[in-house]
C-alpha cells in the first residue's frame, strides 16, 4: 500500500533531524605538553643559531663541550624558542639525553642549576627523558624541586608525570615538591598523571595524598582526564582511592560519557561498577549511551543498556536509533532494537529507521564498505518488523 503523504513528511522530517544531530563538541582538558630539548633543538626555525655548547651537550660530544667550557664559552648559554615557549639551555641539553658527565662538567663551570628563566629547567628535562641519575646529581647540587616556570606554570613534577617516569616523581616529592600545584589552567600533577597514563606517578602521588577532589578551571578531575584518554588503569586507582564517579564539568559532562566517547570499555565498566549515572545528560541532551551510539561504540552500548541506561525515545523521535542509520552501525542499531523488542510503540521508529535507509541505499556513489553496513541495518530492521507483526 502507498505510503501517506504524512509518513513520508515524517520520514524525511526526522531523517533531516538526524542528519544535523552530529556529536556536541565535548571542550577537552588543556594539558601542557612539554618539549623536551631534543625536539625542541630539531625544531628550531631556519636561521636561529644554536649556542656551540648547547649543541655539543645536546648531541652528547663530551670533548667538545669541556674544550667550549676552557675556552670561555658562557655555561649558561641557551636558545630560545620562538613564540614564547620554553627556551633551552647547555645544562637542560645534556640532562635531557641523561649525560651525567656533561652535566657534572657545566655544573662545575658554573652553570645555574635550574636554568636561566625562560628555559626549561634542567631537572624538568631529566625527568621528561626520565634520566634518574641525572636527577639526582642536580637535587644533590640544590636545584629546585618546586620550580614553577613558564605561562603555562609547569614543574618539574608534572614533566615527571609526562615521563611517565616514577622513580623522579617520587624523588621529587621526597624533596618537597607540591603534589597540589597547579598549572596555569589549574591541571594538578595527579590530573597530569591521569592524562599522560602513567599510573606509575599516580601511585606516588597517591602516597602524598593529592586532592582527589580538585578539578581544572573547566570542571575535569583526574577521572575525567584518564577517561577521555582512555587510561583505565589510572581511572581505576583513582576510583579505588576514593575519587568520585559521577561528577560533571562546567559544560555538563561527565566521565562515563567520556570514556563512552572515547571507546574505553574498561573505563566504562569501572565507572558503572562505581555507581556513576548512567543517564547523566548535558544541556543539549548527551548522555553516555549517546556518545556510544553516535562512535560506533556497539560494546559500550551494550553495557549501558544491560545497566539499565535510558535509550531515548522522546515521542515521535529516537535519536540513538537515527543516529545508527546516519553513521551506519548496524551492531549498534541490534543492541538497541533487542534492547526494546517489546516495546508496544516501536513500530514508528522501525519504519522511520528502514526509510531512512531505504533513501541511502538509492545513492549511486556509496562505497562498497558503507553499502554493506546499511544492508545490515536493513536487514535487522526488516527482522524487527517481522517480530512486531508476529506480536501484535
Known sequence: MRKSLFFQSFVLWTFWLGASATAEPMPGPEVPSLAAAARALGDHPPGVDVPPVVLAAATGNLADLRHLLKGGAEPDAEMRRAGGGLGVSALGAAASVGDVAAVAALLAAGADVNGPEGTLPPLAEAALGCHPAVARVLLARGASAGLVRGAAQVTPLLAACQGSCPSIASMLLADGANPHAETSRGVTPLMAAAWWG???????????????????????????????????????????????????????????????????????????????????????????????????????????????????????????????????????????????????????????????????????????????????????????????????
Open 198 to 392: 602513567s599510573s606509575g606517578c599516580l601511585r606516588a602521588l597517591l602516597a602524598y595524598d593529592p586532592d582527589l577532589l580538585a578539578t581544572d578551571h573547566d570542571g575535569h578531575d583526574g577521572v575525567y582526564f584518564a577517561a577521555v584518554r582512555d587510561h583505565p588503569d589510572c581511572l581505576q586507582l583513582l576510583l579505588d582511592a576514593g575519587s568520585h564517579a559521577d561528577r560533571t564539568t562546567i559544560h555538563g559532562w561527565s566521565a562515563l560519557m567520556a570514556a563512552a566517547r572515547s571507546g574505553c570499555e574498561p573505563c566504562v565498566r569501572s565507572l558503572i561498577q562505581h555507581h556513576a549515572d548512567i543517564d547523566e545528560s548535558t544541556p543539549a541532551g548527551w548522555t553516555a549511551l549517546r556518545e556510544a551510539v553516535e562512535h560506533c561504540h556497539a560494546g559500550i552500548a551494550r553495557m549501558l543498556l544491560k545497566a539499565n541506561a535510558s535509550v531515548g525515545r522522546r515521542g515521535p523521535r529516537w535519536p540513538a536509533l537515527e543516529s545508527t542509520v546516519r553513521n551506519m552501525c548496524p551492531e549498534v542499531m541490534k543492541a538497541l532494537l533487542e534492547s526494546v523488542a517489546a516495546a508496544a510503540d516501536l513500530r514508528k521508529h522501525v519504519d522511520a529507521a528502514a526509510e531512512q535507509v531505504r533513501a541511502r541505499l538509492q545513492s549511486s556513489d556509496l562505497p562498497d564498505e558503507a553499502q554493506a553496513k546499511l544492508e545490515q541495518c536493513r536487514d535487522l530492521l526488516d527482522q524487527a518488523r517481522e517480530r512486531l507483526e508476529d506480536g501484535s
